[in-house]
């Protein structure tokens, strides 16, 4: 069948396929505007874990996510895709983590991995793995940009969006990046992890493209990362969590200081979305967990406002969603982000997502 017939033939008010994908959805991936690549990785985690599991708990909980959302009705007629990636993903990263663990330990006690020979040759080799999972990931992104697709990644730790960003500087000269997170992830090389999660935007500087990074929400970094910062002369902007609040504290409105935020990126600007900035309730089972954060309709609410301003959203990911071992509660806050970010995405691109339903209230 035709995209049209399957649109005409799908009831969006029924739970959604169970052998379909992403919130059941019934569309092939040639028939999808918009592509998820799922990145089930998380060799460097030293707290928590869980990660690699976040795509799969997204993808269960997202087929129970009401398609008629109220700001993006139609949004679901676009189609929104998990693509398959490489199996080898979440078996090395299984792997590599088990790996990665004795030098973490190692380090932890004082010791010096370049005295410890087959440690530091463990080292190597995992980063050597992880840049080439950075490449697969931006080759299979560029893969489906090629075809005209909306490409957005889920991890996933948060080093998994490296290659994207790469796949991003191939298309784009100048973006930057909207980050949302309970850290800075300036940490050059943390534990020794050239790829680590608390590497991720330092990592990111590297790429000339990416002209600014705007983070929102912090409220944990060490001196090396406030170094950084200062190193980089205004590339690096920064909103914690401590700021945001004492200035709400003061009469300052959440709609202002979302117009100080967007007001400060470039035109382009690609999300990244570390679940951990929201209040840990919403997702208790990450792997670093901080006090303090923001709202889920915080966040939507930000995005929003970036969709209807007039920068170009180039695309996002979102990543640290763990699930838990009796629940699925951090699975279905994932999914209804990932649907939300996805209607911004669509939207801010003139893609018809539907008009906002407006419910009388008197």
Same mark, same amino acid.
């Given at each position: 069948?035709?995209?049209?017939?399957? /649109?005409?033939?799908?009831?969006?008010?029924?739970?959604?396929?169970?052998?379909?994908?992403?919130?059941?959805?019934?569309?092939?991936?040639?028939?999808?505007?918009?592509?998820?690549?799922?990145?089930?990785?998380?060799?460097?985690?030293?707290?928590?874990?869980?990660?690699?599991?976040?795509?799969?708990?997204?993808?269960?909980?997202?087929?129970?996510?009401?398609?008629?959302?109220?700001?993006?009705?139609?949004?679901?007629?676009?189609?929104?895709?998990?693509?398959?990636?490489?199996?080898?993903?979440?078996?090395?990263?299984?792997?590599?983590?088990?790996?990665?663990?004795?030098?973490?330990?190692?380090?932890?006690? &004082?010791?010096?991995?370049?005295?410890?020979?087959?440690?530091?040759?463990?080292?190597?080799?995992?980063?050597?793995?992880?840049?080439?999972?950075?490449? *697969?990931?931006?080759?299979?992104?560029?893969?489906?940009?090629?075809?005209?697709?909306?490409?957005?990644?889920?991890?996933?730790?948060?080093?998994?969006?490296?290659?994207?960003? *790469?796949?991003?500087?191939?298309?784009?000269?100048?973006?930057?990046?909207?980050?949302?997170?309970?850290?800075?992830?300036?940490?050059?090389?943390?534990?020794?992890?050239?790829?680590?999660?608390?590497?991720?935007?330092?990592?990111?500087?590297?790429?000339?493209?990416?002209?600014?990074?705007?983070?929102?929400?912090?409220?944990?970094?060490?001196?090396?990362?406030?170094?950084?910062?200062?190193?980089?002369?205004?590339?690096?902007?920064?909103?914690?969590?401590?700021?945001?609040?004492?200035?709400?504290?003061?009469?300052?409105?959440?709609?202002?200081?979302?117009?100080?935020?967007?007001?400060?990126?470039?035109?382009?600007?690609? /999300?990244?979305?570390?679940?951990?900035?929201?209040?840990?309730?919403?997702?208790?089972?990450?792997?670093?967990?901080?006090?303090?954060?923001?709202?889920?309709?915080?966040?939507?609410?930000?995005?929003?406002?970036?969709?209807?301003?007039?920068?170009? /959203?180039?695309?996002?990911?979102?990543? *640290?969603?763990?699930?838990?071992?009796?629940?699925?509660?951090?699975?279905?806050?994932?999914?209804?982000?990932?649907?939300?970010?996805? &209607?911004?995405?669509?939207?801010?691109?003139?893609?018809?997502? &539907?008009?906002?339903?407006?419910?009388?209230?008197?």
């Amino acid at each position: 069948m035709t995209k049209e017939q399957i /649109i005409q033939n799908f009831d969006p008010s029924q739970p959604g396929l169970a052998d379909a994908t992403v919130f059941g959805l019934p569309f092939s991936a040639a028939q999808s505007d918009i592509i998820i690549i799922p990145v089930p990785w998380e060799v460097t985690v030293s707290y928590g874990a869980g990660a690699s599991e976040g795509p799969d708990a997204i993808l269960d909980a997202s087929f129970q996510v009401d398609l008629n959302h109220q700001d993006f009705p139609e949004l679901w007629k676009l189609g929104m895709y998990l693509a398959e990636v490489p199996e080898g993903w979440k078996t090395n990263s299984d792997t590599y983590k088990a790996l990665a663990q004795p030098i973490i330990q190692a380090l932890e006690e &004082g010791k010096n991995i370049d005295e410890i020979p087959n440690l530091k040759a463990e080292l190597e080799k995992i980063n050597k793995v992880c840049r080439e999972v950075h490449t *697969e990931v931006k080759e299979l992104v560029l893969h489906w940009m090629n075809q005209g697709k909306k490409v957005v990644l889920l991890g996933g730790d948060h080093s998994t969006p490296l290659g994207y960003y *790469e796949a991003l500087a191939t298309q784009h000269s100048d973006f930057g990046i909207l980050h949302l997170d309970a850290h800075m992830d300036l940490r050059i090389a943390y534990e020794g992890f050239t790829y680590s999660h608390a590497s991720i935007m330092y990592n990111a500087l590297q790429i000339p493209q990416i002209s600014k990074i705007v983070q929102v929400g912090i409220r944990d970094f060490c001196e090396q990362e406030v170094a950084v910062v200062q190193a980089q002369n205004g590339r690096v902007l920064v909103h914690t969590d401590a700021d945001l609040k004492k200035e709400t504290f003061e009469g300052k409105t959440w709609q202002q200081q979302c117009d100080a935020i967007l007001a400060s990126l470039p035109q382009k600007v690609c /999300i990244s979305f570390d679940i951990d900035g929201m209040y840990p309730w919403y997702c208790p089972n990450t792997g670093t967990p901080v006090p303090g954060g923001f709202s889920f309709e915080q966040a939507t609410y930000l995005f929003n406002k970036l969709a209807e301003s007039d920068k170009e /959203i180039i695309g996002f990911d979102l990543v *640290e969603v763990a699930p838990g071992d009796n629940d699925d509660w951090d699975g279905n806050v994932g999914a209804r982000m990932l649907f939300h970010m996805c &209607g911004v995405l669509a939207k801010n691109n003139g893609m018809n997502t &539907g008009n906002y339903i407006q419910f009388p209230r008197k």
